[in-house]
């Protein structure tokens, strides 16, 4: 599958379930069937349902070819599945509210297919650590204007030996590593980012806001922007699932790799999550006007500030 295919050609060509089946059996089992249970590589394939089961010849265990991907349980046919996923492989992304438009469901539907395909983002994002040389800068989003607000984020980046960019990851820290006014990340976030999210033979260099490098700066604006071009903004509880949406394409084309491939992949081998996973609440920093009465006091403590 080539990512520059046009929409309407991958409709035409993924638009039965027989046609998805076979493109997902495939992602899921690159290399031929390994029974779930047992791994046995022969199967039975049984064709009285919708999709077909593949009934292990050794164990007798039944799977589908959705069991166990971000798929499973779902009432939505797996041709718009197939479009949801194209459509978040393209560089733009999409938002919820087109999403629902273009596949006929409904913004709720979309919604949760979209966080759904997230979830499968993050995973490839945890798989694999920045290694080499690699530099670590703050970077903040949200208001310009109004330093409470803004959303501090830790954006880190494997550096090759002409200074350029060859993976990227973009991080929200704990709150508790924050200094909640000036919403400043102290150190003890810095070494959670890197010990969670470097490899340990990496050689890292921690950036200062007056000498920031250039490429991961010109990054952190280009993720922004398109969190704001295409969701009118992105509020702190969510914020960490578009940022892995971002990086997981960024990374993928710094290593000139098919987006759509890999992502159909990792959408094959990641288990659902669950809607009550996705809304649970989050530890993330106070919203300040929340914590000011309202958004007008707030507003109205900042002009007094600057009136000043």
């Known amino acids: 599958m080539r990512d520059g295919l046009p929409f309407e050609a991958f409709c035409q060509q993924f638009d039965s379930d027989q046609a998805c089946a076979e493109a997902l059996f495939q992602a899921r089992w690159p290399d031929g069937f390994r029974c779930p249970s047992c791994s046995y590589p022969h199967y039975y394939l049984i064709r009285s349902r919708r999709l077909p089961l593949y009934q292990c010849q ?12 971000v798929m499973e349980g ?6 718009q599945w197939f479009q949801a996923i194209y459509l978040l492989s393209q560089p733009e992304g999409i938002s919820a509210t087109r999403l629902a438009e273009i596949i006929h469901v409904t913004y709720k539907t979309a ?4 966080h759904k395909i997230r979830n499968s983002m993050r995973k490839a994002d945890a798989d694999e650590l920045l290694k080499g040389h690699v530099r670590v800068e703050r970077v903040d989003y949200g208001y310009h204007h109004y330093g409470d607000a803004r959303q501090p984020l830790l954006i880190g980046g494997s550096i090759d030996a002409s200074s350029k960019l060859r993976h990227v990851k973009i991080k929200q820290p704990h ?12 150190e003890e976030g810095i070494r959670s980012f890197e010990n969670e999210h470097l490899d340990r033979k990496a050689v890292t260099v921690i950036g200062r806001a007056s000498n920031m490098f250039a490429p991961l700066r010109q990054m ?26 971002y990086g997981f394409r960024t990374n993928l084309k710094l290593r000139g790799i098919a987006v759509f491939n890999r992502l159909i992949h990792w959408c094959a081998i990641t288990k659902k999550i669950m809607y009550k996973e996705i809304i649970r609440s989050k530890p993330v920093l106070p919203v300040p006007w929340v914590v000011w009465g309202g958004k007008a006091k707030w507003r109205g403590r900042h002009l007094s500030l600057w009136n000043t």
């Open 58 to 69: 050794a164990c007798r265990h039944q799977t589908s070819v959705i069991s166990g991907t």
């Open 220 to 245: 952190a604006r280009r993720i922004f922007s398109w969190l704001n071009d295409t969701f009118q903004g992105i509020g702190a509880k969510h914020l960490q699932a578009y940022l892995d949406e």
């Open 111 to 114: 919604w949760l297919i979209a």
């Open 74 to 79: 779902s009432r939505t046919p797996l041709p």
């Open 175 to 186: 709150p508790d590593h924050v200094q909640n006014d000036s919403r400043f990340i102290r």
